[in-house]
């Protein structure tokens, strides 16, 4: 049973930072990687950042020089460290695992963690 925890999350004034992590447990088959969704009020779920099985990354736009994904595999722990918070980075931060079901099948964050909240403020 696949399990992803996230921790970290909490309230922070504009231009501060946190550091999420989620830890992972369970044996997760045919990954694709890893990566960090946020929904915010309103709003439609986003990705804001991942990282492929071979250490690639990529990032939104809206967090691009700001955010940083890392993992410890020998902890089976993914990071997300956010700096220079924004208001409009405020949202619930989910870590997701991304996987394929077959060789045929394209890679979805298919394993979901229970999301952290995250609010900015002035």
């Known amino acids: 049973q696949v399990q992803l925890v996230e921790s970290g999350g909490g309230s922070v004034q504009a231009g501060g930072s946190l550091k999420l992590p989620c830890a992972a447990s369970?044996?997760?088959?045919?990954?694709?990687?890893m990566g960090w969704y946020r929904q915010a009020p309103g709003k439609e779920r986003e990705l804001v950042s991942s990282?492929?099985?071979?250490?690639?990354?990529s990032y939104a736009d809206s967090v691009k020089g700001r955010f940083t994904i890392s993992e410890d595999n020998a902890k089976n722990t993914l990071y997300l460290q956010m700096n220079s918070l924004k208001t409009e980075d405020t949202a619930v931060y989910y870590c997701?695992?991304?996987?394929?079901?077959?060789?045929?099948?394209?890679?979805?964050?298919?394993?979901w963690g229970q999301g952290t909240q995250v609010t900015v403020s002035l």
């Open positions: 369970g044996h997760i088959f045919n990954t694709c990687g």
């Open positions: 990282i492929s099985s071979d250490g690639t990354t």
């Open positions: 997701a695992a991304v996987t394929y079901n077959n060789k045929y099948d394209p890679c979805r964050p298919n394993y």
